[in-house]
Structure formats: C-alpha cells, structure tokens
C-alpha cells in the first residue's frame, strides 16, 4: 500500500513495474532525432482513416495493441485502462481503444494525462486493486491544429512562442509484478494559474505548475535533483523550459544539468521549424516510452523525474479573456 | 483492500463511507419536483459571472464549498479530488475548483462522470490511498447548449427525443472513516457502441451500457435487482429508459419495478416541456446527492445501485458520421 507524504507524494511499499510499454508517432515526428526510437512511425497522417480525428484514433489502437503484443497480454489479462487526449470529448480515446472492450476510466489532463495515467495506475497496482492496469494517450498535429487554432489550410503564421503539436501516443502495462522499470513514488499534481493569457505560450502557463510539483516532491522525498539521471517535463518548449530552471534557481534549486523536456527532444527545432518546440499528450507519452523507458529497462539510466504538464484550457474561454490554469504530475520512475 | 469479482467489479472490504455531499441546481431544477431537494438553487444562469462557462464554474465551486461546510471541513483536510464536466476541456471543474489548491485528477466520463469519480473515491479509500477525496461534476444547460446543438439565439426546433442538458452540480467527500451512506461495491464499466448515429437520442445510445454493467454487477454479486431499493440511471430519458427496462427484459432480468431515471425525476417533463427529460453530467450528480444520498443517510431507503451514463461524442466526429459510443459505471450504495 503507498505511503502518503504531506504533500500528496505517495512512496509506493512495492513500487509496480512498467511491464511493457509502445510508442507510435507521425511522419514528423520519425524525421527528428527520436525517430528511430518509435515502434512505429506513420508517414500518413490520416492513418489510412477518412479524418483526421479518426488518424488520432488509431495511433492510440496502434501504440496499446503493440504494448500488448511485446507483453504476449491480451486485452482480457487487462484489469482496466486509463486513458485520455485532447481532443474534445476525448474523442481520440474513445474511438481507439472501444474495439479492445477493456474496462475504461477516462481521464482529463491536458498534456499532463501520461503521468496522470501512469500515477494512478500505480496507486492502483501498489495498493492491490489491479494487477495489470494500461494507460494511453495521444495528440494528433492535425487534429489539435483545427481544434484549438485554426484549419490547416488557412495557412496562418506561428508565433515564435508556440508549440507543434505531436503527433504520437504512448501506452503502459503497469502490473502489480515484473522486472524493471519500477514506478517508486508519485506526487498529485495541483491547479496552478498565474495568469498567462495567450494561448501560443503554452510553455510559460505550464512553468508554474510543474515548479509547484517538483519542488514539492522533492521536499516530501528529501531527494536532491542530482539524485535523478534526469528530472523529465513534458512539453515546456524552450520558453517554458528556461522559466522552469529561473523559477527552481529562485528557491536555490538548480535542475539544469539533469532537465530534459520531451518537446526540445523530439524535434530538430532549427530543422525542422518547430518554434519553441513539441508539445500535446503524444510529445512526453511518446518521448517517455520511446526514449526513457528503455533506457531505465535497460540499467543505461538508473533514476527519472517524469513531469508531465498540461495547460487546461480551452478555445471557448480563451477567447472569453480567461487565464490558463495549468497543472503537472510527478512520477519517479526506477531501473532498481 | 476491494476484491476483485471475474467482470470488473470490485467489493469493498471495509466500505468507504460518502461523508458528506451537496446539490445545487439552476431554475429549472429549482421548478422541478425535486426543487426542494438541491442544497442551493441559482435563478441566475450566469452565477452573477460573465458567461454561461464562468457561470457552470460557479455551480462546482458552490457544491464543493457546501459538501466541505457541512463536514466542517477545509480543503487541506482533503487528500486529492476528481473532477470533470460536458465542456471541452473540462474546462468548468478547472476554473471551478482551481482556487481550492487540492491536488487535482481530471477525469472524463461525459455524464457517467459521477459515478466514475466515486468509484475511484471508494476502490482508493478503500485501499488505504486516500483518506478524504472529493468528487465533483456539474452541466450547464446553456452552455452546453451552444457546445454540442446550437446558440441559445437561434431558437431551434427540439426532437422529441432529445434530452435537456441538467444546469446543476453534485459533489461527495468520500472517506475511509465515518456513518452511512457506504460504497460496497463498484463495477467499472466497458465502452459500448451499438451503432447508433442521433445525436438527439441519446438515451438510445447509453442504454446498452447501462445495460452491459448493471448485468455484469448482478451477475458477479448474486443480487437480483429485487434487492435494491431503486437501480438508478443517470440520464437515459423516457426513451432510453424503455429500451434499458426492454433489453433486460430479454435477459429475463425484470427491473421495471425499481428502476429510476435521474433524468425523468429532475423535472416534471410534460408540465415543463423537456421532452424525453434531463440529461447532463450534473443531472445524476444533482439527482444522486439531493434525493437519494439523504434517503440512504436516514434510512428510509437501504441499498440503491447508482448507474451514470455518458455517450461519448463530440459534436466533430458526430458531423463526420461516427457513432456515438458510451459507457456507464455502477455504484452499490447502501445505509448499512
């Protein structure tokens, strides 16, 4: 059963492993320097669906079908899945993962939903509830372009503070038995807004919120950051990622020489014109399965910090003149 | 710990208790039989905000602080909540309840919401995660309205069948400690899609995952619906009522007798006009925490099986021509 801290970081008694994990992504996304870490790239990004909504959905049918392949599982060994996305209504998840009739508990949080998967799964094994729990999520380029901007063929200009969208997804089987990697301790995240409006600086309204859990979990767990290969965010961009390490620099905190953020990761920013970097669910779920878990499996890196963060907003109340709120969720992830 | 029956159903070990709860509903609830019921009632469909968005916060952000009150509790006494609602990006709990600063988990759930939030309460209270965790949703009538159908403005013709989206809000403090009501068991539910396309009968589409969890929970439990009080739907209307009475017919499961409908209880449908009743994350949160919680808190009724509803669509791939897929969890609540 995990151990509560004071604040909300719960420290597993026998941390749950990360059984198998997938990542899938887009033509984009196989053309940065992570492509070859993909289990699959999909140069179409209708994936051979007649949508785009309909591509998202199947890089979410394609990344927990490969996840459960690699663990020769079948949806029936499933006790029950977590999954989510950002499309509205979470739609994306819906239509990818109906056909495989596992029990579902959807989620909501913005980009943060990986480690929101991942966290609860791992309260869940930890405490007995489930043995094999799945979490998934995706982001679509595409999809989230018509969504919360504008329709791909308006051809608008991109500030230089926005943020591409991923076109990827990453799945879990986290279990209540196996081998490394190992889900050691998690911390909830809270709501945090400090007033960032503009809807193409994501990275800024993020900051905030992935300070407050870091520092927190930290605190609680009374690690130092060098204690971490790498404290991970999840798509905190350039401008997002250097207000993070002011913010922690503030608090005598240094994370710099052991933060990586999965949005300057998975693009050649220059290359490939991506602004401040990758962004969606996709970005640190396909990042995080694609690049740390097989590390952490392997023993090449013994310890992470993954920090999924995710701005909660959306058009309708943006244009209403509202802030975005944001929030991030902390998972410490384990090759011991 | 919960023990895990064969079809995803989970019996307490040492029942959660539902420590406190609140209702708080618009005008029309307010007209409606159960006027009398709802904890708060707001003429107002703004909340005194600016939109009808803002407005729908307010009502998350009343239910909360009355089911915090009553307990006389604060919320650093609460260990993480969850949240969710109907708007794109579940952008109503976000602003709702961001100004409590409570470790916060987004879930989705359409209007199955609910009872998905206090299935998770009771399987995490029940394995010793949390000790005191909140559960909110809410609905709006006007802004849903605008999100899913048409302007309030543009006057438009409803179907018979169509459903008039709940303005209310619900929420329970569950807790590993305390009196009547229990949470004794919970049966996580299976995405369902039989293929139905209208998007003004949605009843029609939820009724076979009312139907696929209420006969696993039965099965996996022994009960017969005889021994419930009232198996309670969230939303299914007049419509998706007879098509869940008529499919367990053919089972041979006759739950006519108890069966109740939040969604024909909320208003008075002819007198009201709201043709085939509420729907509405917050039509079974209201319902569930205004009516039958302090039935069960009393005594006057003993055992209910709580069963919200959700259909899974997005008005975009509704446009696209996709079905609309839902889900539905189950909820044993009893005094004893």
Redesign the interface.
Known sequence: ??V?LSG?T?IMEKPPCIYSFASVGGKDEGEGPLGNNFDKINDDPYMTS??Y??GESQLQKQSVRIALEKAHLKPENI??MFG?D??????GT??G??DY??????????CSTMA?GL??SG??CD???GKKIVAVTSSHFCSAER?YRFPLEYGGQRTPTAQHTATASGAVVVSSEGTAPFIRAVT????V?MGITDANNMGAAMAPAAFDVITRFLKDTQKAPGFFDYIVTGDLGKVGSELLCSLMEKEKISIGSVHKDCGIMLYDIEKQDMHAGGSGCGCSGGVLCGYFLPKLKSGEIKNILFVATGA??????NQ?G?TI?S?AHAVWISAE
């Open positions: 059963m995990p509560r909300a719960y007649k949508t909504e309909q006790d029950f989510g950002l499309l509205n209504q979470c739609i819906t239509f993962i109906k009739e596992i029990p579902f508990l959807g989620i909501y949080g913005a929101e966290l609860l309260l869940l405490s007995g509830v969504q909830i995240g809270r709501i807004d909660l907003m959306s058009p309708t109340i209403q509202e709120p929030i």
